[in-house]
Antibody
Framework: QEQLVQSGAEVKMPGASVKISCKASGYRFASYGVSWMRQAPGQGLEWLGWNSFYQGQTHYAPNLRDRLTVTTDMSTSTAHLELRNLRSDDTAVYFCARFGSGRFYFDLWGQGTLVTVSS | SYELTQPPSVSVSPGQTARITCSGH??????AYWYQKKSGQAPTLVIYEDSNRPPGIPERFSGSKSGTVATLTINGAQVEDEADYYCCSTDRSGLPSFGGGTKVTVL
């Protein structure tokens, strides 16, 4: 069946980097984009950025543009998020999600990856 | 980023109708989407493009829009519908924003 499976929880020191993977299966990866969101403890959902292979476009939330990179590896149907120079307020559950061509909604989500930033 | 405003909480008894609003100045021109988020789970899309229900979403969930306000309605709310609900839309550049979320309590 269609699914997105994310990598496991991470604990990082402030200033470090984290890389999260999101592996797709059960559908044609190249026909969709992958978006990334997060939810900090007690907070709402926040959109971080997305990568659309079929459109050849990558966009980021303005507040993270200088620290965030999202990529897709078509050979393994895997999307990656890298967040650099981590701060304590980056502690959150990070989600990947699929979106379709010309569609701005997320109809398939990964299970989430907890990233804890602590000294 | 583009601001979408939701009430913090809505409370209904089982079988009653829950209505959650989402206000944004671009909503009269741009689609709204709704997600259900239960604790410890990934979000689930419950309404897309203002009023469309994805496969598998119960018919008691419906969406509508009037001017700059989108509304998610749960007709005959069930205990299992207790969750946080987030509206989502895009700015003029096509970049998404989420509302602050509405906690729905059914008791």
């Amino acid at each position: 069946q269609e699914q997105l499976v994310q990598s496991g929880a991470e604990v990082k020191m402030p200033g470090a980097s984290v890389k999260i993977s999101c592996k797709a299966s059960g559908y044609r990866f190249a026909s969709y984009g992958v978006s990334w969101m997060r939810q900090a403890p007690g907070q709402g959902l926040e959109w971080l950025g997305w990568n659309s292979f079929y459109q050849g476009q990558t966009h980021y939330a303005p507040n993270l543009r200088d620290r965030l990179t999202v990529t897709t590896d078509m050979s393994t149907s895997t999307a990656h998020l890298e967040l650099r120079n981590l701060r304590s307020d980056d502690t959150a559950v990070y989600f990947c999600a699929r979106f379709g061509s010309g569609r701005f909604y997320f109809d398939l989500w990964g299970q989430g990856t907890l990233v804890t930033v602590s000294s | 980023s583009y601001e979408l405003t939701q009430p913090p909480s809505v409370s209904v008894s089982p079988g009653q109708t829950a209505r959650i609003t989402c206000s944004g100045h671009l909503l009269s021109q741009i689609f709204a989407y709704w997600y259900q988020k239960k604790s410890g789970q990934a979000p689930t899309l419950v309404i897309y493009e203002d009023s469309n229900r994805p496969p598998g979403i119960p018919e008691r969930f419906s969406g509508s829009k009037s001017g700059t306000v989108a509304t998610l309605t749960i007709n005959g709310a069930q205990v299992e519908d207790e969750a946080d609900y987030y509206c989502c839309s895009t700015d003029r550049s096509g970049l998404p924003s989420f509302g602050g979320g509405t906690k729905v309590t059914v008791l």
